[in-house]
C-alpha cells in the first residue's frame, strides 16, 4: 500500500481493489437508500402540499419580500447612522436587541393579524398580546444586562 505521492506529499492510502468493491456496494445501498426517502418526501409534498400550495409559496415569498425590502435595509440604516453614535459599550448589547426585536416581528406577525381566529390554547396558552410583550422585553432586557455587566467588569479590571 502506497502512501506518499511523488516529492515526499502525503497522500491517501491506496486500498485493495477487493476493499473498493465492498466500498461501492455500501455506497450504492445508502445512494438507493437516499434516492428512495426522496421519492417518499415527494410524493408526500405533491400529495399534501399541492392542494395548499398558494399559501406556502405566498408565505415564502412574504418572508423574502419582508427580510429583503424592510429588515436588511432597516439594518444597514440603523448600522450606519445609529451605530456610530452609540457608545462604545452599548453597541454589541444594542445589535443584539435589534436583532431579537426584528426576529420577534416576524414570528410575531401572523399572530397580531387576527389573534381571535388563530387562537389555540394548546400551543400559545397565554394571551397574544402577553407574548408580544414577553417577546419585547426580553431582547430589551437582555441588552440592559448586558449593559451593566459590561460597566461592572470595566469597573473592576481598574
Not at 41 to 67: I, K, N
Not at 129 to 137: D, I, P, T
Amino acid at each position: 500500500m502506497r502512501t506518499r505521492r511523488e516529492g515526499g506529499a502525503p497522500a491517501a492510502p491506496v486500498l485493495p481493489p477487493s476493499a473498493n468493491r465492498g466500498q461501492l456496494g455500501v455506497r450504492l445501498a445508502l445512494a438507493a437508500a437516499g434516492v428512495a426517502a426522496l421519492a417518499v418526501g415527494a410524493w408526500s409534498a405533491w400529495q399534501h402540499l399541492l392542494p395548499a400550495w398558494w399559501p406556502v409559496l405566498r408565505w415564502a415569498a412574504g418572508g423574502v419580500l419582508v427580510h429583503d425590502l424592510l429588515l436588511a435595509p432597516l439594518a444597514l440604516l440603523l448600522g450606519v447612522l445609529v451605530l456610530p453614535r452609540v457608545p462604545p459599550a452599548w453597541r454589541d448589547p444594542l445589535r443584539g436587541a435589534l436583532l431579537g426585536l426584528a426576529t420577534a416581528a416576524v414570528l410575531l406577525l401572523p399572530l397580531l393579524q387576527s389573534p381571535a381566529r388563530r387562537w389555540n390554547a394548546t400551543i400559545l396558552p397565554t394571551p397574544g398580546w402577553v407574548s408580544v410583550l414577553v417577546a419585547v422585553l426580553v431582547p430589551v432586557a437582555g441588552a440592559l444586562l448586558a449593559v451593566a455587566l459590561g460597566r461592572r467588569r470595566a469597573s473592576r479590571s481598574r
